[in-house]
């Protein structure tokens, strides 16, 4: 199992509120999630609306976590 993996996709989905200081949200659209996981063709396959919002409901709860100030 490739733990570094899961990590930086944690990392990806909370980073993708900002995408990196670009501005926009990673997740508003079918398109932009499409973008934010480009280099895995396993995750790029179907995705619907609802799947974004549990994404960014997920992605609220990794924010909890984050280190204050970063």
Same mark, same amino acid.
């Given at each position: 199992?490739?733990?570094?993996?899961?990590?930086?996709? #944690?990392?990806? =989905? #909370? &980073?993708? #509120? &900002?995408?990196?200081?670009?501005? @926009?949200?990673? =997740?508003?659209?079918? !398109?932009?999630?499409?973008? =934010?996981?480009?280099?895995?063709?396993?995750?790029?396959?179907?995705?619907?609306?609802?799947? =974004? !919002? #549990? %994404?960014? %409901?997920?992605?609220?709860? %990794? %924010?909890?976590?984050?280190?204050? @100030? !970063?």
């Amino acid at each position: 199992m490739d733990l570094n993996s899961y990590a930086d996709l #944690a990392v990806r =989905l #909370a &980073n993708s #509120a &900002n995408q990196g200081g670009r501005g @926009g949200d990673g =997740l508003a659209t079918v !398109e932009s999630y499409r973008v =934010l996981v480009a280099d895995r063709p396993h995750l790029v396959g179907r995705v619907t609306p609802g799947d =974004l !919002e #549990a %994404l960014r %409901l997920l992605r609220d709860d %990794l %924010l909890v976590y984050r280190v204050p @100030g !970063e």
